[in-house]
């Protein structure tokens, strides 16, 4: 059997699934709101291989949805959805896994069927060259109001114009 360095396994990784940024965990109660949120800043022209979230710990009994989108500032255009709704989240498991399918703007988020497995995302490109914009999140229906539901959102991409990149913003490094 091979054994890899760390190095090699996540450049590897890197090269096949994008760049991988996350935000830190956190609680729902904070972010997972009926109001568009700020996750990650985006500078450039991007491509998302993969956008989603994942239950740390178990959400709250609220009958929750959510929602990815981008909205830009340079230029400044009006924000877009980048999926639909998902379907209610109540007490969505740990591990569980909701993501943006990437197949038409108009499809909704897509909750994992088990905890740890995920279905396979088309790409989604976002800003442009010389732009900069955040993704954002929402919820509808219900926030999350369970004082220990936490999660975590994972974005893999790849830079599509010279010095693009997506981080989290500042209060999720």
């Given amino acids: 059997m091979r054994n890899y360095s760390q190095s090699t396994i996540d450049v590897v990784g890197d090269l096949t699934v994008g760049l991988r940024v996350q935000t830190s965990v956190f609680l729902n109660a904070t972010y997972v709101i009926v109001a568009q949120v700020s996750l990650f800043n985006v500078v450039g022209w991007c491509r998302i291989f993969y956008l989603g979230i994942e239950a740390i710990t178990t959400w709250s009994a609220d009958a929750t949805t959510i929602k990815f989108g981008y909205d830009a500032s340079t ?97 999720l490094l």
């Fill in 75 to 171: 230029p400044a255009v009006a924000a877009v959805d980048i999926c639909a709704a998902s379907g209610a989240l109540t007490s969505l498991a740990a591990g569980k896994r909701v993501a943006v399918l990437g197949d038409a703007l108009a499809t909704g988020a897509l909750e994992a069927a088990n905890s740890g497995v995920s279905l396979q995302t088309h790409p989604v490109d976002i800003g442009c060259i010389g732009g900069a914009g955040v993704i954002y999140i929402t919820g509808a229906g219900a926030a999350q109001t369970g004082a220990t539901a936490t999660s975590q959102v994972t974005c893999c991409y790849a830079p599509l114009s010279n010095g693009a990149y997506i981080v989290p913003v500042d209060a």
